[in-house]
């Protein structure tokens, strides 16, 4: 869990970066990104459902578990 929150965390800032960067350099309307994003940073503190997590879940296996059908299993 401790991976994927690093992910999460790493992902939503950047792309929080990035879209204040491109709001301020190349148009305005860029900054709807960073907003969106915490529109649902708050839905997601009030309903437990984060997009980021649920694509986290689905392209990484949980911590300690490895699928037999992976590449990486032993």
């Known amino acids: 869990m401790q991976q994927k929150r690093r992910l999460h965390d ?3 800032g950047l792309l ?6 491109l709001g301020h350099y190349v148009s305005a309307h860029w900054l709807l990104l960073p907003a ?3 529109l649902t940073l708050l839905q997601s503190g ?3 459902f984060c997009p980021v997590y649920f ?3 689905r ?14 299993a032993k």
């Open 10 to 12: 790493a992902i939503v």
């Open 16 to 21: 929080v970066t990035i879209g204040i960067a």
């Open 36 to 38: 969106a994003i915490g």
């Open 46 to 48: 009030a309903t437990g």
């Open 55 to 57: 694509a986290l879940d």
């Open 59 to 72: 392209l990484l296996p949980a911590e300690g578990e490895a699928d037999s059908a992976s590449c990486c």
